[in-house]
């Protein structure tokens, strides 16, 4: 048997890994709730920041690096909301799915050109990947440092939308769009906002995902960007404190499946089966609001 | 009106005939050539997008979990049709496996959609009742997980767990995937036509609507998953005798996105679109746009954006331009009819005339 230490290392990168998916899960929530649409090239753009980082590091320091990548991160964001789905504003629902599967294919493919499709190492951040030694264990600073700054964020972003008023906004929109547009919100800058804040978040879960992992492949923004979504519906979708323990949640699940050797196959398929469960036995997730219908 | 049916029967058995005939010189005179794999994989692609189309375009339900189905149909097909001498072989780890029968092409493939259909049921039970994007992600997860299992060592002595299947019953002739997939397609036209499919477009139309009609939501989702599921399966058995191995990684998600894309450049809800959809993304991803993968095509000029991997970044430029300004595809919900292409030709005969007049009067 192993004893508590490896327990807790566990426990440890669960959380870890937890807290990655739950910023990248705020992206997927915060655009669901007010364009009901899932961004299939959410996870994309994630990709996209890691690759920012490697080439931008190539040529500045790291203290100039950061923040450039965070905002072509974010521009990037915004431009794929512009050029994709805005003209599509009117379009039944489907074709908006279907837009953000072209671009998530056209994201994957750009990356596949640019670096021949191999995968890049990720610029070494000291600060992040120094060893530490707390009580006995050893453990990367990043571990702790993940979490931390994760919660730190998400108030941030609590505050930002219960106080401010483009958070009010939001709000408004994601109740209703029609009624919030005719009370004078104007959608277009709310939504830019959203994408700002999505990619944003995804840009700093990159950076971090990334210098733990140490490498970036075109393909690697598919699963945890999925596995992000199902955080994200799994704590009701639109609900930024159901994504966070989602989040949460699957993380540390699938960093225990992940430790068993006969079921570590099973660690993707895991996220997903609780995705249908979740959707059977609650399916506006623990923290959503109930929609109905109208005729 | 009359003489319009003639004509069109008379001009649709021509072009069957000279579809054949073609085919035939193919099959005889190139066979191993790019042409022939292309019509081969297109031929496969279409039963498969066309499945797809019934679901995404006929009922309206988005499902993203078609490469699933196609992967326990290829499995199930590969797993019944290995023959009993070479299983040692090719369950090289699991001591030649736990099945040691082999039962005829011919049962192997209905085998292959019947398998997939019992597992869409079981799926669909729970699943079918949710709204468009839930559905969505809930049969990609589902597609996931089989992938998964499949690779799973536990099942290995069945699944031959991530090891690759061979030397399963094979075709030989390029006319054999066209006949298989034929013969589908004229089923689900078929089943299109008749009051199921009206019932599947009334749903698709407005669910609620539908349902105040006196349609049995329930019952006409499930059809349509079954049926659409049944002839992914048999798809996949086609795409595992094309590739003549199987193995499941490669049954991945991206896959269940591009056989999407065909659909949506062919035209959501347009059987003819998917077909025609099919082959021209076959040819182009294959053949017509490898020289863009070539740094240097022509004349031995060194074009140095030109190398592997830019052919899919136009590709997929070129699908993002289809879905935002050309949003009804090639096809867009209508079928080909003689009588379209001939209103087509006379209304730009028309338009030719009226120019030309006023050019003249002016």
């Known amino acids: 048997m192993h004893d508590a230490a490896y327990y807790i290392q566990l426990l440890l990168s669960g959380v870890t890994v937890g807290s990655l998916y739950a910023l990248i899960a705020i992206g997927y929530t915060m655009v669901y709730g007010i364009l009901r649409l899932i961004n299939f090239a959410h996870g994309d753009i994630f990709m996209m920041a890691g690759f920012f980082m490697v080439y931008i590091s190539a040529e500045c320091s790291l203290a100039v690096s950061i923040p450039l990548v965070l905002l072509l991160t974010v521009i990037l964001g915004v431009a794929i909301e512009r050029a994709a789905y805005k003209p599509l504003r009117t379009a039944p629902r489907m074709s908006v799915m279907i837009s953000a599967i072209g671009v998530s294919y056209l994201l994957q493919n750009l990356a596949n050109y640019i670096t021949g499709g191999i995968a890049r190492a990720y610029p070494d951040i000291p600060f992040f990947t120094q060893v530490m030694n707390v009580g006995g264990l050893s453990i990367k600073r990043i571990t702790v440092i993940t979490p931390i700054l994760t919660i730190a964020l998400v108030v941030v972003l609590v505050i930002l939308i219960q106080k401010t008023k483009i958070g009010m906004a939001m709000r408004a929109v994601s109740r209703d769009f029609e009624t919030s547009q005719l009370m004078g919100i104007k959608i277009n800058s709310v939504i830019s906002m959203t994408f700002v804040i999505g990619s944003f978040l995804a840009g700093v879960a990159s950076i971090l995902y990334f210098s733990n992992y140490g490498q970036v492949s075109p393909m690697i923004g598919a699963m945890p960007g999925l596995k992000a979504f199902v955080a994200a519906v799994f704590g009701g979708i639109g609900s930024i404190p159901g994504a966070v323990i989602g989040a949460f949640i699957i993380g540390i699940c699938e960093s225990v499946i992940k430790a068993n050797e006969t079921i570590a196959v099973f660690s993707n398929a895991f996220t997903f089966a609780l995705l249908i469960v979740i959707l059977l036995c609650k399916p506006n997730g623990l923290f959503g609001e109930k929609l109905t219908e109208k005729v | ?362």
């Open chain 2, 1 to 362: 009106m009359k003489n319009n049916k003639k004509r069109n029967l008379l001009l649709s058995l021509i072009l069957a005939a000279i579809c054949i005939a073609f085919l035939l010189y193919v099959d005889k005179f190139q066979h191993y050539s790019m042409l022939a794999t292309v019509l081969k994989k297109g031929a496969i692609y279409s039963l498969v997008a066309v499945s797809l189309n019934l679901l995404n375009g006929f009922t309206g339900l988005f499902s993203l979990g078609q490469a699933g189905f196609m992967m326990i149909g290829a499995y199930t097909y590969s797993i019944l049709t290995i023959p009993v001498a070479d299983r040692a072989g090719v369950y090289q780890y699991f001591d030649g496996g736990i099945v040691q029968f082999c039962v005829p092409m011919i049962v192997g493939l209905i085998l292959a959609g019947i398998v997939p259909a019992i597992f869409a049921w079981l799926i669909g039970l729970p699943v079918l009742k949710l709204k468009s994007d839930y559905l969505a992600i809930a049969t990609l997860g589902f597609a996931e997980i089989m992938r998964a299992i499949i690779q799973w060592k536990q099942v290995g002595p069945l699944t031959n767990a991530s090891n690759l299947l061979k030397k399963f019953a094979n075709f030989d002739s390029i006319l054999f995937p066209f006949i298989v997939s034929a013969i589908c397609i004229g089923f689900i036209v078929l089943l299109i036509n008749s009051t199921y499919g009206r019932a599947f477009k009334a749903i698709r139309d407005d669910e609620i609507a539908a349902e105040a009609m006196g349609i049995n939501l329930a019952k006409h989702k499930m059809q349509a998953f079954l049926i659409s599921s049944f002839f992914a399966g048999i798809g996949g058995a086609l795409l595992a005798m094309f590739q003549s191995s199987v193995q499941a990684s490669t049954f991945t998600s991206t896959m269940t996105y591009e056989i999407l894309l065909i659909v949506v450049i062919g035209g959501i809800g347009s059987i003819t679109g998917s077909i025609i959809g099919s082959f021209l993304y076959i040819a182009c991803s294959e053949w017509w746009l490898r020289f863009l993968d070539d740094p240097a095509p022509y004349l031995h000029v060194n074009i140095s954006f030109m190398r592997p991997g830019f052919r899919m970044l136009v590709f997929s430029v070129v699908i993002m331009i289809v879905v935002l300004f050309f949003r009804k595809g090639i096809m867009g919900d209508r079928e080909f009819s003689w009588d379209g292409i001939f209103n087509f030709f006379k209304k730009l005969c028309k338009k030719k005339d009226k120019s030309a007049k006023e050019v003249a009067s002016k």
